[in-house]
């Protein structure tokens, strides 16, 4: 099926440094998702974004709905050794039957050395 | 709010046993419910579309007599993997998506079930 091109596919930074990660997709979709996944776990809802152009906050996490309703953004600022994990975005193109699919980004795996 | 269970977490069968996985939402109630098969170091794959009291929508792909999925309520979902063999061995995760106003409109994932078939 249909992925995202979610980018990049690995990061390894220092604690405390900001970090940064999209996804962008040929296709719209009316909802973009950000997901967290431990290993050996299911996804953790980070942030949901539902408006072309919203800029939505979560503690030190950020993300953003492109205008042209084909890409998003996550922001992690001052990365904490928790923050280790696997981001993936998610996209869904509305609702109602099949439009409540989410189609998923490749995933962003994010190593943070303490 | 929007709590997904799993059970079990994992699970390890011989070569041709099926294997029931659960799928519960416990604070809401789900009228559709999802299931994902993931392989190590790759993304969330959709099987299938799980709603409650009709039949599931299957992934092309994806064998609907091979994974049974039944939605019996509102709040259970189950996935049978009849007859497994060792290439069925993965993870299994749901998500349920709760009524419009009860929470934030999208999907709640579970878990996971980590099945190994020998």
Known sequence: GQQLNQSPQSMFIQEGEDVSMNCTSSSIFNTWLWYKQDPGEGPVLLIALYKAGELTSNGRLTAQFGITRKDSFLNISASIPSDVGIYFCAGQRGRGGSNYKLTFGKGTLLTVNP | ?118
């Open chain 2, 1 to 118: 709010g929007a709590v997904v269970s799993q059970h079990p977490s994992w699970v390890i069968c011989k070569s041709g046993t099926s294997v029931k996985i659960e799928c519960r939402s416990l604070d809401f109630q789900a009228t559709t419910m999802f299931w994902y098969r993931q392989f190590p170091k790759q993304s969330l794959m959709l099987m299938a579309t799980s709603n409650e009291g009709s039949k599931a929508t299957y992934e092309q792909g994806v064998e609907k007599d091979k994974f049974l999925i039944n939605h019996a309520s509102l709040t259970l979902s189950t996935l049978t993997v009849t007859s497994a063999h060792p290439e069925d061995s993965s993870f299994y995760i749901c998500s349920a998506r709760p009524p419009l106003g009860v929470t934030q409109e999208t999907q709640y994932f579970g878990p996971g079930t980590r099945l190994l078939v020998l």
